[in-house]
């Protein structure tokens, strides 16, 4: 019943290795950012390692002169753009019209769909299998301990820090 995880690490590849290391070495739960960065390299993995691939860079270049299309935001100005962005049409009750937004109406259109794994929403058709790069790993060794890790760099062109 351990657990070790790190978040927003960058130039260090092997994250699940990072997690494992802080469950191991520390009795913390969670590094984030650049004291996880500095943790894993402290810890003997390599690092600070550029993770850029030219296929990367070429599709962000590309991302960038389509004026940052698609992306992840939503109600903002400017639309279609790299921004910065601002928000439009605040409601005069942010939390609630949030609540409802983000629970009620998308829990709805999921209840009215027939097939839950193909929600209705359009905001959720943006991720696919192409631009979306999540692995998770489960595994029981024969003393039946189980070991449970997740890496993710995210959806592609997500908005930093998600």
Same mark, same amino acid.
């Given at each position: ?19 494992? *290391? ?6 913390? &739960? *969670? *590094?984030?950012?650049?004291?996880? &960065?500095?943790?894993?390299? $402290?810890? #003997? /993995?390599? #690092?600070?390692?550029? /993770?850029? $691939? ?15 299309? =698609? %992306? ?5 100005? =400017?639309?279609?753009?790299?921004? !910065? ?5 605040? !409601?005069?009750? =942010? ?8 629970? #009620? ?5 999921? /209840?009215? %769909?027939?097939? /839950? ?18 692995? $998770? ?14 890496? &993710? ?10």
């Amino acid at each position: 019943m351990e657990i070790g995880a790190v978040a927003a690490m960058r130039y260090v590849k092997d994250a699940i290795m990072a997690a494992k *290391l802080v469950m191991e070495h520390t009795g913390h &739960t *969670l *590094l984030v950012g650049e004291k996880a &960065t500095s943790f894993a390299i $402290s810890m #003997g /993995l390599a #690092g600070p390692t550029n /993770l850029s $691939s030219p296929e990367s860079i070429e599709k962000w270049s590309n991302w960038r002169q389509n004026n940052c299309q =698609p %992306n992840f935001w939503k109600n903002v100005a =400017p639309a279609g753009n790299c921004g !910065p962005y601002h928000p439009i049409n605040i !409601p005069k009750d =942010p939390v609630k019209s949030a609540v409802w937004e983000n629970q #009620g109406i998308t829990c709805q259109e999921w /209840l009215e %769909n027939d097939n /839950l794994l193909e929600p209705t929403n359009s905001h959720f058709n943006s991720v696919n299998r192409h631009n979306h790069d999540t692995i $998770s790993m489960a595994v029981i060794d024969k003393m039946g301990h189980v070991a449970v890790g997740t890496s &993710t760099n995210g959806a592609t062109f997500k908005i930093p820090g998600r």
